[in-house]
């Protein structure tokens, strides 16, 4: 059940910071990730920083979720326990399908990294109409772990022996 190709194939990916504070000049996390994509030869199709608002961070989604240029959407921050973090309950209602696996898999890695404080990410992950989301931590460290030991994989189509350009 081999899910890899022999090249790569580079994806359109969308980046969208959930933040009260955070701006163009200080979103490093959201930074980052730009940088890594295009790093690991993908396509940045949009990026946006929304204050942590369910219906905002929804309203965005939804526009790319519905745009067939955008394969996959990485999110950073509102993944907490503040009263102010909504990314899991505003992502949630629009997947079709959940990775359940990648909280899972998230959790563990950082686990070695931060110890029980993992406990407190509310990492989540799913599909919506061939979209990929994958919403993670604000802090830069959290999206280096999500990036470095997970999505950069599942993003290379040459990644054996599965991978989810297929589903893209």
Not at 41 to 60: E, N, P, S, T
Not at 76 to 95: C, H, M, Q, Y
Not at 101 to 109: A, D, I, S, T
Request: hydrophobic share 40%; glycine share 8%; with cysteine.
């Amino acid at each position: 059940m081999g899910h890899a190709a022999s090249e790569f194939k580079p994806a359109n990916i969308a980046v969208l910071t959930v933040s009260d504070t955070r701006t163009e000049e200080n979103d490093t996390s959201g930074h980052y990730f730009v940088e890594q994509l295009k790093e690991a030869g993908h396509h940045l199709a949009d990026k946006k920083i929304v204050i942590d608002d369910m219906y905002q961070i929804r309203a965005i989604l939804s526009q790319w979720i519905a745009d067939e240029n955008v394969q996959a959407v990485l999110i950073t921050g509102g993944t907490g326990f503040t009263s102010r973090d909504s990314t899991p309950e505003a992502v949630k209602p629009l997947f079709d399908k959940e990775v359940e696996g990648f909280g899972e898999l998230f959790r563990m890695v950082s686990y070695e990294e931060i110890g029980t404080s993992t406990i407190q990410s509310r990492a989540v992950a799913g599909f919506a109409n061939h979209t990929v989301i994958f919403a993670m931590p604000g802090s830069t460290g959290a999206c280096r772990t999500g990036w470095t030991k997970i999505i950069k994989d599942q993003l290379d189509a040459t990644h054996r022996p599965c991978n989810f350009m297929p589903h893209l």
